[in-house]
């Protein structure tokens, strides 16, 4: 079945070290979205790649940044985590202004 | 930005009810999609419904674009229906804002 997925499920790093999350789609989809939800909270954009194009959110933290090395895949770089950025981490693709559809997510924790 | 709201923030459902939940926005939009939130934090696509009437089994939704607003309706509720159901709306682009959501119980 066609999907998104995003590895790992579950990802625990410690204060200031470096984590990657990832997210792959067998969509096809031109569009690739990081969306940050903290606790009781509604998904928030981080940023989105409309083919290679990359567009960032103007409150995004540059502590976040992003690789999409090919249509099918996408990243998340968190490069010096605090506490405050313990979250789930959802990724959506969809078409050109099209229906999003997300992937399970990855919780962080940060210790 | 564009404003959504969602209405009631939370609801507690008998199983077997039915129930209506609110989504108002501010501004025209060319995408509405609504969403549950399982109890595992996975966003599970219910309607992509920017006008019209649409049904799915015991869901059903309708947006009146014409006045903003959106609802979706639960029918006979049962116990896997509760979680946090999301209104999420893109006005000129693709970029999807989100309501604050709905909370929903459904007691056995």
């Known amino acids: 079945d066609a999907m998104v997925i995003q590895n790992p499920r579950y990802q625990v790093t410690q204060f200031g070290k470096p984590v990657t999350l990832s997210c792959s789609q067998t969509l096809n989809h031109n569009v690739m979205y990081w969306y940050q939800q903290k606790s009781s909270q509604a998904p928030k954009l981080l940023f989105h790649y409309y083919d290679k194009d990359f567009n960032n959110e103007a409150d995004t933290p540059d502590n976040f940044q992003s690789r999409r090395p090919n249509t099918s895949f996408c990243f998340l770089d968190i490069r010096s985590p605090g506490l405050g950025d313990a979250a789930m981490y959802l990724c959506a693709t969809s078409g050109k202004r099209d229906e999003q559809f997300f992937g399970p997510g990855t919780r962080l924790t940060v210790l | 930005g564009i404003q959504v709201e969602q209405s009631p923030p939370d609801l507690i459902l008998q199983e077997g009810a039915n129930s209506t939940l609110r989504c108002n926005f501010s501004?025209?939009?060319?995408?509405l999609q609504w969403f549950h939130q399982n109890p595992w934090g996975q966003l599970i696509n219910l309607f992509y419904?920017?006008?019209g009437t649409k049904q799915n089994g015991r869901l059903s939704a309708t947006t009146v674009a014409t006045e903003r607003y959106s609802s979706l309706y639960i029918s006979s509720s049962q116990t896997t229906d509760s979680g946090v159901y999301f209104c999420?709306?893109?006005?000129?682009?693709?970029?999807?804002?989100f309501g604050a959501g709905t909370t929903v119980t459904v007691r056995a």
């Open positions: 501004d025209s939009v060319n995408n």
């Open positions: 419904i920017p006008s």
């Open positions: 999420a709306v893109a006005p000129n682009d693709y970029k999807l804002s």
